[in-house]
């Protein structure tokens, strides 16, 4: 029982004391009053006794409540200072959360762009991926074409070695002919006879080189042609007939003649065309 109820008990206990004070002074009109005043005096002791001790009583329980009072203040004083420090708690874990909302929403912000950049870098790597396979796969046939081409090149260079091997030897059998041929020409010559064979080829065809003002004409062709001193070659310009040269000094690749005036039908200039015969 609390302290409150022990003071609501002793409060009816009062009350009820009063009401039986109350019943026998009304029961004392009928009965003897000495009897009734020593039996009132001794329970008037009795009550007073009572009292007392209810007045004790109430004095301890007067006293316990006050300290029971003091003890829930206490307590509800350090309850509020708990309840305030969890409330400063509290709002500092808000005011944590709330930066950590702000971090938390920064940092999703920073994904989703970091998410886009490797997106797009992906995308790029995927595209310099392919381009990478291109100019590998180009490469490759370039690579090939290289040793194709390096293969063409040696066979090539293997037969050029052979064409000037064989242009050398050929070389040396028109120096050799060409000194038989010079040998047999001084030597009809001396003998008054002309050399039937001493005729250009008949397919031989040139260019006129240049016209000097000594009646001298530069040709196109020469003794790798099978041109030779003392050789005639006709001149012409479009089909029309300009005249004719007698070679007098030659080279390899060219020659110079002289214009025989007896021929001469036109004005030869460079860009004329060269013959053994005319066509």
Partial sequence: MTRLGQIFTLLLLILSVAFFVASVVVNASHKDLRSQ???FQSRQKSLETTIDELKKAAEVNKTLLA???VARRVSLAALQTQLDTEREKNQQANTQ???LNSKNTQA?????QTLAELKRITSENDLLKQEIDKIITDRNGQRRTVISLTDELNTLKSKKIDLDAEIKNL???????QALADTRGAALAAAGVKDPEDVPPSDLKGVVLAVGQDQSV???VGRDDGLRAGHQLDIFRNGSYLGRI?????????AVGKILPTYRKGFIQAGDRVASKVY
């Fill in 37 to 39: 005043v020593a039996d």
């Fill in 67 to 69: 300290q029971e009072q």
């Fill in 97 to 99: 959360l709330n930066d």
């Fill in 108 to 112: 999703t912000q920073s994904l989703a």
């Fill in 171 to 177: 070389r040396e059998q028109s120096t050799l002919f």
């Fill in 218 to 220: 530069e040709v196109s």
């Fill in 246 to 254: 007698e070679i007098r000094t030659i080279a390899d690749d060219k």
